[in-house]
């Protein structure tokens, strides 16, 4: 199984790295716009990169599941 690193955009960190190597990247945020912005900031950079955007909030158990469901579907 190929791994798939999950950022959560509060952290503030990019995974510029993981993408640089070719990783697919699961971007979390609570805020739409946050992850809209982290997300267009990862694109410019790394044009080539593979990013999946996830609406959610890591603290609710709910929205951790689903974010860990469509991250490895």
């Known amino acids: 199984m190929k791994r ?3 950022w959560c955009s509060e952290a503030r960190s990019m995974p510029e790295g993981a993408a640089a190597e070719g990783a697919r990247i699961a971007l979390v945020a609570r805020d739409r716009d946050e992850l809209t912005r982290a997300a267009g900031d990862l694109a410019r950079r790394l044009p080539s990169s593979a990013v999946l955007t ?3 909030d890591m603290r609710r ?3 951790a599941e689903r974010v860990v469901a469509r991250t490895i579907a």
């Open 54 to 56: 996830l609406q959610g």
């Open 4 to 6: 798939m690193p999950i």
């Open 61 to 63: 158990q709910e929205d």
